[in-house]
């Protein structure tokens, strides 16, 4: 492994953060929002199903118990 001047390490250092391009407060804003809407639209899904899973394993089990009751 080849070792680096800590100099030329900085320097390739600083070069290397000067090519960032840091979002503007709106294009944050926004992507926030979004990830926020999406995780939201992403809970209500999961609970739906959960819902609807738990109802169907009710009904199942209902049956079950039905036919339990009738021997």
């Known amino acids: 492994m080849a070792f680096t ?3 030329t390490f900085l320097q390739q ?3 290397e953060v000067s090519k960032v391009v840091w979002p503007t407060r709106r294009e944050v804003l926004v992507t926030t929002l979004m ?3 999406l995780a939201m639209i992403g809970a209500l899904f999961f609970s739906l199903v959960d819902i609807l899973i ?3 394993l009710e009904q199942v089990l ?3 118990e ?3 009751n009738l021997r």
């Open 5 to 7: 001047n800590p100099l």
């Open 35 to 37: 990830v926020f809407a």
């Open 13 to 15: 250092t600083r070069s």
């Open 62 to 64: 209902a049956l079950g």
């Open 66 to 68: 039905r036919a339990e």
């Open 54 to 56: 738990r109802m169907g």
